[in-house]
């Protein structure tokens, strides 16, 4: 289409000029002079430093002795609050909306960045309930050691429940980023909003997301490729804050690839649903959740050494 | 098996023996004396900062001013056409059937590598597009950054939208190394050949797949782990080009889990897809695929405690 | 809920104190004092290297010439077997039950080191019909180069048939950090233990998941997100070592999304197994197993505009 022997000619300045002229009339997609956004890189690196606090000895290179412990968790401590509170006072002033002065979101982005840490006991209360479940559930594990060291659940829903804490305290972006660069490294979606409690187990992970206003109960089991979303209205940006993903009540198992949807659903207590099930409505405590026998047919194929797959016969 | 105490003593030149002597007699998956391929970290490389050139500002770790991005710009522009034109060089090389000389091929990716970042502007218009619809269609994002700096979906597009200009251009190799990288990142296998309209959204896009031959409509949703994919049929390199996958037309939403399979297939406009649904020919458009109200059962679990899930019932 | 002006006050030494008391009374998430862990990082680099012995020239950045192919060869192996026999080595030293001496576990760490390596010349014959497989079975696939370049299978599949031969030897760890690692990378988990034919090819690869007792006999094809999965039982570690994933004979296909559960299900040779159907019982030789034509309603939704999807109805 294009003219061969002029486009040869065209310079990285004429290149740039038409790459200008698009960033002065598309908007939506820059972010020019504008305020510094929380890096992705110093979040990530903050996020893998809180993993080490919150399993000590298993994230770090070398041993770590008993001896060395008060030190080794101060040091790590004392350089992620300087982190954290940097990035977290880039985010406050993303939001700033009523027009905080600096000084005060200084002060407001250390004070959460303290309150968050000191919920670093009670996460780790919950994330040994969590590795407990997974040992348990799971008669391929070996090994609690392994369950720690190689199952992806353990990193996501370590993550999740950090970021969790920031969302409820308000901070803006860093939660999102968090359990993104989790789900980029499990395939597990957990949204930070979504209220997770204990002795919570997804075995495989990948695929499995679980949406913002979720509310998932205590020794809930889950499988990969599990979606818990919202139905898609056309109200958008509406239904911000409003229920939107299912409630999962105490000792639930979910199956591989079933979809559960609805701020009004209800999975009552003790139920089990079955894989690929989409379940849109509640159901009552211990369910079973199962296709119905007449849902496929078994045939005969033609010819053995075909792979065809006619679906209209 | 083996003699233990024999194994012992093997040596590293016997095991590079052993090594030699499968290279030499196991061929198909060996490279050796061949043209140079395209190298996989110099793409990731060109890939991330063609994305900083298409969100200027957002994936840069200082703040970009409008005073410097004429400049800022330039040197970037700079640097990506002769690392590019390296690339595109090395995969045209790979396959050059026709015997072109050393110069054709070089000035060929040099034309090649002018006319793809001429496109940047018109995937810039397309982009701008689908940030808006991932910001319309989510009440979960905070802001139209939080959708740029944190959701997969705009990573996994944009480095579609850029393959499928090289896809154009029958540059081998590149592309598809481009959207696998993407892949590896997102959970989402965007092929860099499927054609998409505008207003472009998936959520949480883990899991989901659209095959070479698909059509895609404007203002199309989908959801994580949708597949649309074509027929395994026997024929396989010999169906090379041919129409294998599906055509979605505008306003189609699809749910997580379902598979749309077939190059005959086509979902009409303004249509739904539920969540899990297996679809096979076409259906008009506004139609509401879902499944049938009789493909479940819900029963009474014997016992509350237990997990056991017996599917011989 | 905490009083804002004590909170600033926290110090690093309160912090501190705070995590010290959790590491003292929550068990089960520390690992101090205890013996080195393998180190995952080391594995990942081994993983590397052993890639590149497996497809020499594939994964260099530089043309590999036949002539340096002995060399460079000895000089990879030689720096694998070290690094590969000290990561054995703390993988016994951790499993070390019945007390072996120190130059016992080295010893064996030694043997099974150099016994694994003898081994790639067989997974070089078993990955070379994947290749194959791979290539023959997709017409989008370019080439035989772009398959083994870029397509997530490749890499997949032969850190599985890697790690199941260490699996095999009785090495804990090293094979599952192994298998997870390229899990996030390729959206795939595929066990160490499962035993898998020739000819093997997964298309797209992300969501599936193969389970540790599966028996994949030879040129089975599958998608995305399959699971060949245990039922969930009460019996939880009770079960280890019990068959508990299903049988899949040869030339089975296995559609995107479905789901395949128990270890006495048996899919039988020349079967094909549509999309997101849920099997959980056996079915003879040369079956095709589809949804029923009943199982979805398709109906005209009332308003195009709309993308309400009231399962109501």
Redesign the interface.
């Known amino acids: 289409m294009?003219n061969?022997a002029a486009?040869?000619k065209?310079s990285?300045?004429q290149?740039?000029d038409?790459?200008?002229?698009?960033?002065a009339r598309?908007?939506?997609?820059?972010?020019?002079?504008?305020k510094?956004?929380p890096?992705?890189?110093a979040i990530v690196g903050i996020a893998v430093d809180l993993l080490r606090?919150?399993?000590?000895?298993?994230f770090d290179?070398?041993?770590?002795?008993?001896s060395e412990?008060?030190v080794e968790?101060?040091i790590l401590?004392?350089s992620v609050?300087g982190r954290l509170e940097d990035e977290i006072h880039k985010s406050f002033e993303?939001s700033n909306a009523v027009g905080n002065s600096k000084q005060e979101l200084r002060?407001s982005a250390?004070?959460t960045t303290?309150?968050f840490?000191?919920q670093?006991?009670c996460i780790?209360?919950l994330?040994?309930t969590d590795?407990?479940a997974a040992?348990?559930?799971?008669?391929?594990?070996?090994?609690?050691?392994?369950v720690?060291?190689?199952?992806?659940f353990i990193e996501a829903i370590a993550v999740q429940r950090l970021a969790h804490q920031l969302y409820l305290k308000n901070v803006?972006?860093i939660p999102?980023?968090m359990t993104?660069w989790a789900?980029?490294?499990?395939?597990?979606?957990l949204?930070p909003?979504a209220k997770i409690g204990s002795h919570f187990f997804v075995d495989?992970c990948?695929?499995t997301?679980v949406?913002?206003t979720c509310n998932i109960g205590n020794h809930v089991?889950m499988?990969?490729?599990v979606?818990l979303?919202?139905?898609?209205?056309?109200?958008?940006?509406?239904?911000?804050?409003?229920k939107?993903h299912p409630t999962i009540e105490d000792?639930v198992?979910v199956?591989?690839?079933a979809?559960i949807?609805g701020g009004d659903t209800v999975v009552g207590?003790?139920?089990?649903i079955?894989?690929?099930?989409?379940?849109?409505?509640s159901?009552?405590?211990?369910?079973?959740?199962?296709?119905?026998a007449?849902?496929?047919?078994?045939?005969?194929?033609p010819d053995?050494?075909?792979?065809?797959?006619d679906?209209?016969?």
């Open positions: 294009l061969t486009t040869v065209l990285v300045t290149l740039t038409q790459l200008l002229s698009s960033y598309v908007g939506g997609i820059n972010h020019l002079d504008g510094n956004l890096s992705k890189s606090l919150l399993f000590p000895g298993f290179d070398k041993i770590i002795h008993s412990l008060k968790t101060a401590l004392d609050i993303y002060k250390h004070q303290l309150e840490l000191q670093l006991p780790r209360d994330l040994q590795a407990e040992f348990n559930g799971d008669p391929a594990a070996l090994s609690k050691e392994e720690i060291v190689a199952y992806p803006p972006l999102r980023i993104e789900h980029s490294r499990t395939g597990m979606d949204h909003g495989h990948t695929g997301v949406g913002e089991k499988y990969q490729g979606s979303i919202a139905r898609s209205l056309s109200g958008g940006q509406q239904l911000k804050g409003v939107r000792h198992t199956y591989a690839g979809t949807m207590a003790g139920s089990t079955g894989a690929n099930v989409f379940l849109t409505n159901v009552p405590p211990r369910s079973l959740v199962v296709p119905d007449f849902q496929y047919k078994v045939m005969n194929k053995r050494q075909s792979q065809i797959l679906f209209q016969i």
